[in-house]
Nanobody, 119 residues
Framework: QVQLVESGGGLVQAGGSLRLSCAASGRTFSGWRMGWFRQAPGKEREFVATINWSQATYYADSVKGRFTISRDNAENTVYLQMNSLKPEDTAVYYC?????????????WGQGTQVTVSS
């Protein structure tokens, strides 16, 4: 089965940057649409960004201009570069394979990585 493993989370000050990685095993995801979602304490899961096989990207308004999603198909890895981080970005970030934004669903999910932004 496909497994997604996130890494790169941590504690960072407001205005700082983090780069999250999601490594896939079990099969290549070259033809898959991939995405990132996040869930803050007491909040519902929300969409962050997606990227398709041809590198087309889509972002939530809350992160547009600050976050960049990218993928390296040869390494079966998707990234989320997060710049100008705000305390509101604090959440567990989840990697998703073949996500559906409307239903916050996906065929596969990673275990999540914690991002904490201090003011």
């Amino acid at each position: 089965q496909v497994q997604l493993v996130e890494s790169g989370g941590g504690l960072v000050q407001a205005g700082g940057s983090l780069r999250l990685s999601c490594a896939a095993s079990g099969r290549t995801f070259s033809g898959w649409r991939m995405g990132w979602f996040r869930q803050a304490p007491g909040k519902e899961r929300e969409f962050v960004a997606t990227i398709n096989w041809s590198q087309a990207t889509y972002y939530a308004d809350s992160v547009k201009g600050r976050f960049t999603i990218s993928r390296d198909n040869a390494e079966n890895t998707v990234y989320l570069q997060m710049n100008s981080l705000k305390p509101e970005d604090t959440a567990v970030y989840y990697c998703a394979a073949d996500p559906t934004i409307a239903t916050m669903s996906a065929k596969y999910w990673g275990q999540g990585t914690q991002v904490t932004v201090s003011s």
